[in-house]
């Protein structure tokens, strides 16, 4: 059973450009969730999506950054007119299912794209 | 926000010696997490915490979930080389709040 799946794993943009984040979840995982690591930082959450919906964008910048998760295909993380201030660590984790805590609700991680914006 | 204090931020030790970190928060958790990141990598989850008063093994790895849900540490035994890297705890409600990390060097 693959693990989750990011691409690409590094990804350089110049400023004013467009990034695009893909992420498959694990198989049978329909709930993921994008959370960004500054250097030398915790884990930061941005957006929760279950299949065509968008659940929490509490941690999501509400310029620039937009999310989606269709019916078919991976999840995607986009960042229109990326700065500077952008260049992070963007991970995409998964779960079978989502609550408040419990085995079936349990993350797992991605290898994470090293966004870097010149 | 919430938030997640976890100490230490940095750990220097020799191989062969037990590792202690711990998490505090403000704010009650279901669920805690412990994971570790290795340098360009994900986190791997090691522990999962599903129960206050929890106490869960594995390997050399001994984390508890704290009685009053705020609170969660990590032991690691007999450290060797691989065990290298952040650690990070996590509070689960749907999101997960994660602790700044705390970074083991060993030498050999």
């Known amino acids: 059973n693959a693990g989750v799946m990011q691409n690409p794993r590094h990804l350089v943009r110049r400023r004013g450009q467009e990034a695009r984040l893909r992420c498959s979840p694990m198989?049978?995982?329909?709930?993921v969730y994008w959370y960004r690591q500054l250097p030398e930082e915790g884990l930061k959450f941005m957006v929760y999506?279950?299949?065509?919906?968008?659940?929490?964008e509490s941690g999501m910048p509400k310029e620039r950054f937009s999310a989606e998760f269709p019916k078919e295909g991976p999840s995607i993380l986009r960042i229109q007119q990326v700065v500077r201030g952008d260049s992070a660590a963007y991970f995409c984790?998964?779960?079978?299912?989502?609550?408040?805590?419990?085995?079936?609700?349990?993350?797992?991680f991605g290898p994470g794209t090293r966004l870097t914006v010149l | 926000g919430q938030q997640l204090n976890q100490s230490p931020q940095s750990m220097f030790i020799q191989e062969g010696e037990d590792v202690s970190m711990n998490c505090t928060s403000s704010?009650?958790?279901?669920?805690w997490l412990w994971y570790k990141q290795d340098p360009g990598e994900g986190p791997v989850l090691l522990i999962a915490?599903?129960?206050?008063?929890e106490l869960t093994s594995n390997g050399r790895l001994t984390a508890q979930f704290g009685i009053t849900r705020k609170d969660s540490f990590l032991n690691i035994s007999a450290s060797i080389p691989s065990d290298v890297g952040i650690y990070f705890c996590?509070?689960?409600?749907?999101?997960?709040?994660f602790g700044q990390g705390t970074r083991l060097t060993i030498n050999p």
């Open positions: 984790a998964s779960s079978p299912n989502a609550g408040t805590g419990g085995r079936t609700d349990t993350q797992y």
């Open positions: 198989k049978g995982h329909s709930h």
């Open positions: 999506l279950q299949k065509e919906n968008i659940i929490d």
């Open positions: 704010s009650i958790f279901n669920t």
């Open positions: 915490l599903y129960k206050a008063g």
């Open positions: 996590a509070g689960q409600i749907f999101k997960l709040v």
